[in-house]
């Protein structure tokens, strides 16, 4: 990519993500016969669509594939997607699409005429819990708040997993790491799950790398607790870029009943919640008076993925 290249992707970028930021408000795009609730922005001629793809996986993580081949995929909702693609109708080739706050943010090509051009907006997103039912369980709930698409679930052998650690662990978060994979809730607590692709996403390699740093140099950093594999130590599941760690104590026989507890990057700071992994995120994402309460920032939710898939 050349010098005026990257200016011009550099150019976009911003635009984007001025739009996508939380409170923007409405959406209005200038294009002749386009409907409310989007804005098209003009790529550069010279701009390509795996740079700019690229660009956009470098801050909202990996995309859902919408469209393809000329194709759009047909089971896209309004809470999965079609924002991005209702603009451009049958003309759509292909279509990524990421989730953000409120908004939809995609790029792809379009049929313009003779050709095809590149293509990219900044959609408003619905609110995806907004018919969630009482009753819906905490990894349903979890699921319906970020507005997640369900139908790829990943595999994980399990009985390998926990014997590589020695101990089982929470179903809740086994369902949470089947479903979402490694990634960020609201770009904020990051999910440790097996087979991450870094070994600080990895709650395997993390936690055996953990174990033998407070083995070897002492555990001073837990006080008054001692981390895993020592019994009843801290097992840790996830973290944030404000350098917070979450952990479970291992201190009971069932792991559905390991409360979680999380500390801040200061001496003392541990906070107790004696309740699922899933209730944990649920009421992070969802109760503004949660001590890490994101809901207190965003009206809605999403998941930002990390990992190979093409996935929402």
Not at 87 to 103: K, N, T
Not at 113 to 130: F, H, I, K, N, Q
Not at 193 to 209: K, M, N, Q
């Amino acid at each position: 990519m050349d010098e005026r290249e990257e200016l011009r992707l550099e150019e976009l970028l911003s635009a984007v993500h001025r739009l996508a930021a939380p409170g923007t408000g409405d959406l209005a795009c200038a294009a002749p016969g386009h409907p409310a609730g989007h804005v098209c922005l003009a790529p550069s001629a010279e701009l390509g669509l795996p740079a700019l793809q690229e660009a956009l996986d470098g801050q909202y993580g990996q995309p859902r594939n919408l469209a393809m081949g000329g194709y759009a995929d047909p089971t896209v909702t309004g809470r999965t997607g079609l924002p991005l693609l209702t603009p451009f109708g049958e003309r759509i080739v292909e279509m990524r699409g990421w989730a953000f706050a409120d908004r939809w943010i995609g790029c792809g090509t379009a049929r313009d005429g003779d050709g095809v051009r590149l293509v990219a907006l900044v959609a408003e997103r619905e609110d995806p819990a907004a018919d969630m039912a009482e009753e819906t369980s905490r990894v349903d709930g979890v699921v319906a708040v970020t507005g997640w698409d369900t139908t790829r679930v990943r595999a994980v052998d399990w009985a390998a997993v926990e014997t590589r650690l020695g101990t089982a662990l929470p179903s809740d978060y086994k369902r949470l790491a089947e479903i979402f994979g490694a990634g960020a809730f609201d770009g904020f607590l990051q999910l440790q799950v097996p087979d991450a692709a870094f070994e600080s996403g990895d709650i395997v390699r993390h936690t055996e790398w953990l174990g033998e740093w407070a083995r070897t140099r002492g555990g001073e950093l837990w006080r008054p607790y001692e981390v895993y594999p020592a019994p009843g130590g801290l097992l840790k599941w996830a973290s944030s870029e404000q350098a917070d760690e979450f952990y479970w104590l291992t201190e009971d026989p069932d792991p559905d009943k390991w409360p979680v507890l999380v500390t801040e990057d200061i001496p003392d700071s541990w906070v107790r919640f004696d309740g699922t992994t899933a209730e944990f995120v649920l009421r992070m994402l969802t109760e503004r008076e949660h001590p890490f309460s994101t809901a207190r920032y965003f009206d809605t939710h999403w998941f930002q993925s990390y990992g190979s898939e093409d996935r929402p």
